[in-house]
């Protein structure tokens, strides 16, 4: 097996790459293990990849299970429709080394009825759409702790760099004119470390497993007056999987994957609805085309949620992408 088909590529964001919206469950956003994907290669060159990351959360959760509703004076989400875009330039100098820039753009949209109250009908439902830029990581990772560079780890930064805070409004129903919370909006405003490990071996001739963790918490936060302040939730991911390298042109691939996501903080933050655990089994395929371009697609298929408060979660999730290697790596 050639090191560029070993390199399977999946640009994630997954949680990883743009922030979820509290309101939105919190703890629900995509959890793929793009490193994992990748087969970590210790092949020199660069490589670009592009991805569409769809995730429509729909179902209203409590606990480990769908709520019916939601208490009087509890706000009453609708849906919450994320749309990832995200360009990942990945540079690869030497067998020891990986630099990755991860560049997403958000579009989402989000519903919710406001406020409910069982003594009156259902009100009309506010609305809100934005577009634009979201919060950019460098993830720089080293394995060359052994001989065989199959462990590794990994240190990295989110910058503020997507709109936050107030920055995006509601434009139609109730209420149009006033802000979307903090964690609906494209950006946290805040720096983020993001540290992680991972360990991969094949078993055999064409099997792989793979393991890994990772994670992310604020270091500094824009918003930080009091009355107006705002600091996300520290989260922590743990991924396996297995890929089946058997085929010359295809490879599928399963991964198990988990998140806990602790609370929002500040006056800005929707704390009790920020909180949980939960879990998802993804598939994927991946279809190399040319020595160094392949297309792949993953779905993810949550099995397990335990969310504080009410939060709206996704049915499933689906990330398509293509992946094109230059120089050593693409040979």
Not at 201 to 225: C, H, K, P, S
Not at 261 to 276: I, N
């Amino acid at each position: 097996m050639s090191a560029s088909l070993h390199r399977v590529v999946v640009t994630g964001f997954l949680l990883m790459s743009v922030p979820p919206g509290a309101w939105s469950c919190a703890t629900c956003g995509c959890t793929l293990s793009t490193d994992a994907a990748m087969g970590y290669s210790t092949e020199p060159g660069w490589r670009l990849n592009l991805e569409y990351d769809y995730l429509h959360q729909d179902e209203l959760r409590k606990g480990t299970a769908a709520a019916a509703g939601v208490p009087d004076g509890t706000e009453l989400e609708r849906d919450t429709l994320n749309r990832y875009f995200t360009v990942d330039l990945n540079y690869t100098p030497n067998a020891d080394w990986n630099i990755d820039l991860r560049v997403p753009y958000v579009v989402r949209s989000h519903s919710t009825y406001g406020e409910f109250d069982s003594t009156a009908p259902l009100p009309e439902p506010s609305y809100s759409r934005s577009s634009s830029l979201g919060d950019i990581k460098l993830i720089a990772s080293y394995q060359g702790f052994l001989a065989a560079r199959n462990f590794g780890v990994q240190l990295g930064v989110k910058l503020p760099t997507g709109r936050y805070g107030t920055a995006v409004d509601f434009n139609r129903g109730p209420a149009a004119g006033t802000p979307l919370d903090a964690s609906l909006q494209p950006g946290t405003g805040s720096t983020d470390v993001i540290v992680g490990a991972y360990y991969h071996r094949f078993i055999g001739d064409n099997v792989e497993v793979m393991a890994n963790g990772q994670f992310q918490g604020a270091l500094e936060e824009r918003m930080d007056q009091p009355g107006n302040d705002f600091r996300p939730g520290n989260s922590t991911t743990l991924s396996a999987g297995v890929r089946y390298d058997a085929f010359q042109s295809w490879a599928p691939q399963l991964q198990l994957n988990l998140l806990h996501k602790s609370a929002d903080q500040g006056a800005l933050a929707d704390t009790p609805d920020t909180v949980g655990t939960v879990a998802y089994v993804s598939p994927g395929l991946t279809v190399r085309l040319r020595p160094a371009l392949q297309v792949y697609g993953f779905a993810q298929l949550p099995v397990y949620s335990n969310l504080d408060g009410y939060q709206l979660f996704p049915r499933f999730t689906v990330s398509v992408g293509i992946s094109y290697a230059f120089g050593s790596a693409g040979r």
